[in-house]
Nanobody, 123 residues
């Protein structure tokens, strides 16, 4: 599975963005998926994950209630809807896939990674 993230950009605090992650290959629908982010000078951190069907989701406390992860298996696409953005959400966001039906909060568990898309939130 190859992953291509897009949708990043510059937004003011309180604004919204939707990230997309297009996947190639026929195994996308059988993979758990996740979003991670990495701010300058910081380690990569977990943001959200969901199961192969999208029926099971889990979020980092820092984004819970503001971000929504979803997928469209017919389109081989993963999404991250980000609302009420804060300056501390500024980071490069990465989508990732795992060779199992359910996702993980640990980035080391993932088998596939997109190239990242930059989100900058101004105050």
């Amino acid at each position: 599975v190859q992953l291509q993230a897009s949708g990043g950009g510059l937004v003011q605090a309180g604004g919204s963005l939707r990230l997309s992650c297009a996947a190639s290959g026929r195994t996308f629908s059988r993979c758990g998926m996740g979003w991670f982010r990495q701010a300058p000078g910081k380690e990569r951190e977990f943001v959200a994950t969901l199961s192969w069907s999208g029926g099971n989701t889990y979020y980092a406390d820092s984004v819970k209630g503001r971000f929504t992860i979803s997928r469209d298996n017919a389109k081989n696409t993963l999404y991250l809807q980000m609302n009420s953005l804060k300056p501390e959400d500024t980071a490069v966001y990465y989508c990732a896939g795992i060779k199992q039906l359910y996702g993980s909060i640990r980035h080391g568990d993932y088998d596939y990674w997109g190239q990242g898309t930059l989100v900058t939130v101004s105050s």
